[in-house]
């Protein structure tokens, strides 16, 4: 009769002593001692926590543009959150630029139920989930082509009567993102007219005597739309949780979040033990999303990957803005897109030569170390930058991923800058320092001293020798 292997009864085994990362654990034959259980569940809470703040940092990021519009007046569907002198430094908002005329609103079906949504013609927008998963476009992008149109949300499980005559979308969730830019080619004025004059958002119970859609003007007010990485994160997630039809994530993601004691319809009340494992899992997902951010070890993020000493990169890794591939979710690129960025549609990510914006990310300098904002660094654009429109560099918070809070209230240079001087050849130089040098006021970006940051170039209406990298700018250099 063949006998088991020692070695194989070592492999399904476990010693009585046992050295591991957490610590020394004792065994009787097997069997763990209480000392030994306690510390595993710490582990394994601590682990899940960790993991379920990484997972669900979408949802709680559109949570918290949610509550930080509301607390700076604009609650309700049909109070439209603008910023008609832009969108400035005071503004915490992730990566936003100072370019683009934003309005933002959030439906909520569960109270509202369909909802109609008036776009005008000429706006770029989209509608996301409350896990900030794309639903779908409007404007230019959209069914409506850019000749404005009337969309309907639906409930999640609506089955009543859908008249005619209405684009729809039908999101998993009550609340959804509805995030607009219109574009200012033609002045500001004129943009600011078009969606006060023509957007419109109301249930559709009240299509025939709806509510005056407001604006609350929002350009210039210090409020934060940033999430947190403290313990109020998993706050945060059971309001969402609260909130959202049991069948808006999938039993595995909803198992998760179960696990560490956020269950729809029951009250979060962690004890003393599980809060402090839950804002140490916090602490780690901050920690875990900055590594991700700063030193990413996936593929498809940089976006010149023959040259291994650029730092230039994308937020959507392989351009791809669902994160899912062959099967598989990518939970790295969605950590790196939704810790740094808000609002996702497969048009951020579409370069169509001349048309819409392209972004490249530097968060690192030319030596791959962090930036100091003591000191003094350049950035070179060659001659005959390939934009169609214009190109901007915007300066950028590290703590905050906001725009870096300067004198400059608009932290951001360009083409379109007045004083932006051009060098003999056609060449650009952008320099990032506290003070600017003599002569460069108009090329010149201001830095914090004990502070770092990070910018962002935007490419409007990219042309070709951009999308075929045959033009590309220089890496941000320390100058001596």
Known sequence: MAQVSPQTLKSISIPNKVATPIGPLDFFDGVPSKATAEAVYDNLDRMRGTEVFLDNIGAVSMYAVRTGLADAGAKGANKIALFPQLLDSQTLVVTANTSTLYAYTFTDLAQDGPTVIEIPPGMLGFLDDAWQRFVGNMGVTGPDKGQGGKYLVLPPGYTGAVPEGYFLLKPPTNRNFLFLRGSIKGGLKPAVENITSKLRVYPLKDAAKPAPTEFVDMSGKAFNTVFPSNFSYFENLNAIIQDEPIDAISPEVRGAIAAIGIVKGQPFKPDARMKKLLTEAATLGNATSRAITYHPRFAGVKIYPDDPKSVWSTAFANKNTSFEADGAMGLDARVLYYFNAGGVTPAMAASRAGEGSDYALAVLDANQQA??????????????????????????????????????????????????????????????????????????????????????????????????????????????
Do not use: C, H
């Open 371 to 480: 930036f100091d904002g003591a000191k003094t660094y350049k950035l070179r654009l060659p001659p005959n930058v390939p934009v169609n429109d214009f190109w901007a560099v915007t300066l950028y918070d590290t703590q905050t991923r906001s725009q870096l809070q300067t004198s400059q209230k608009f932290p951001t240079v360009g083409s379109q800058t007045e004083g932006m001087k051009k060098n003999a050849d056609g060449s650009y130089d952008v320099y990032f320092a506290p003070k600017a040098p003599k002569g460069k006021e108009g090329n010149w970006l201001q830095t914090v001293p004990g502070k770092s940051w990070f910018t962002i170039l935007r490419m409007y209406g990219p042309l070709e020798p951009w999308i075929n990298k045959t033009w590309r700018p220089s890496e941000i250099e320390l100058v001596q």
